[in-house]
């Protein structure tokens, strides 16, 4: 049986992070570097009432903490969660369209500016 995709992408970003030593201040160095120059990109994909979301930002530390960051998700307009991973997934919407927000914020609260936004249809 196939690994789901989000699996193997997760496992592709922890290699990446080991490759860089795993080292806080590695990636620490990088935190307010601006974000223009390193855009995301984010993938997502429906699967029944829950939505599989990856996202893959050039040096944005997704890390609880001091010198970290996370994703702001809003959904229909309202904030649901912080999360602290590149991949995770948006559970149980109810059927219709909805409209997902992301924005990646530093955790002492400097936003990158940085936001997508998706629409989605549950059957």
């Known amino acids: 049986m196939p690994l789901p995709k989000w699996l193997v992408w997760f496992g592709c970003v922890v290699l990446l992070w080991a490759y860089a030593g795993g080292r806080p201040e590695t990636a620490a160095a990088a935190v307010h570097a601006p974000t223009a120059n390193h855009p995301w990109h984010v993938k997502y994909e429906v699967k029944g009432h829950d939505v599989l979301v990856e996202c893959l930002a050039a040096q944005f530390p ?29 559970r149980g919407l109810p059927s219709g369209k909805h409209m997902i927000r992301l924005e990646l914020v530093y955790n002492d609260g400097k936003m990158t500016g940085m936001m997508h936004e998706f629409e989605v249809t549950i059957p």
């Open 62 to 90: 997704f890390r609880k903490g001091e010198g970290g960051g996370h994703i702001n998700v809003y959904l229909n307009g309202q904030k649901m969660t912080e999360v602290y991973t590149a991949a995770f997934i948006v």
